[in-house]
């Protein structure tokens, strides 16, 4: 039997390319906050195009989840992703004034909406856990920080192996969010049989 072939017992094409498409999603969000943190702590490129182009992210995971888990849930999603982007770069903005009461108020409310999104997250999927959820956004959102840290102290080199790092790590939540959703399909189970598990 060819490796082809061995593969093809595990992974359909249509699993494949659902793990693509969420580890695309996850680097174009690494990618595009690194481009906005940078344009912002050098004064050099459009703050304007890294904010709209951030702002697409989202879409890029509604439109990837809604075949999964329905239109209502993968919309939940994109809002609390979009608010993730905009407190990113409200603390990047914050950083850049050395506003430090906006930047403490920032980043606690960063790490309120992880909370939140890890809950939301495991409510919907069976085989998601809150606590792991839990623990891959709140370490994305300390090495983010981190990263932010870094560039606007000048700490360049370091910066770039924390990104190093996040690519790593937004790879890692992504096959955790397409194994969940596999998973979910082949289990034939909705949200709503989970709710009910737990009641």
């Known amino acids: 039997m060819s490796k082809l072939q061995e593969i093809s017992e595990y992974l359909t ?7 693509n498409d969420f580890r695309y999603n996850v680097l174009q969000l690494a990618m595009w ?77 960063s790490y309120q909406l992880a909370d939140q999104l890890s809950a939301f997250l495991a409510s919907n999927n069976l085989y998601w856990s809150k606590d792991y959820w839990h623990l891959l956004i709140t370490n994305y959102l300390r090495m983010t920080i981190d990263e932010i840290v870094a560039i606007f102290s000048g700490q360049f080199d370091r910066g770039i ?19 969940g959703l596999i998973a979910n399909l082949n289990s034939g189970m909705t949200p709503e049989d989970k709710r009910d598990d737990f009641q």
């Not at 094409?13 to 793990?19: A, D, F, R």
């Not at 790590?169 to 194994?179: I, Q, T």
Request: overall charge negative; hydrophobic content about 40%.
């Open 161 to 179: 192996d924390i990104y190093d790092e996040i690519q790593h790590h937004a790879l890692l939540m992504a096959d955790y969010m397409s194994r």
């Open 33 to 109: 906050t690194r481009a906005y943190l940078n344009a912002a702590a050098s004064s050099f490129g459009s703050l304007e195009g890294n904010t709209r182009k951030l702002h697409t992210i989202p879409g890029l995971f509604y439109n990837s989840l809604k075949q999964y888990m329905g239109e209502t849930i993968a919309r939940e999603f994109q809002d609390f992703l979009f608010r993730h982007v905009l407190m990113l770069t409200h603390l990047i903005d914050a950083f850049m004034t050395n506003d430090r009461e906006a930047v403490d108020r920032y980043i606690f409310e």
């Open 13 to 19: 094409y249509g699993q494949m390319n659902l793990i």
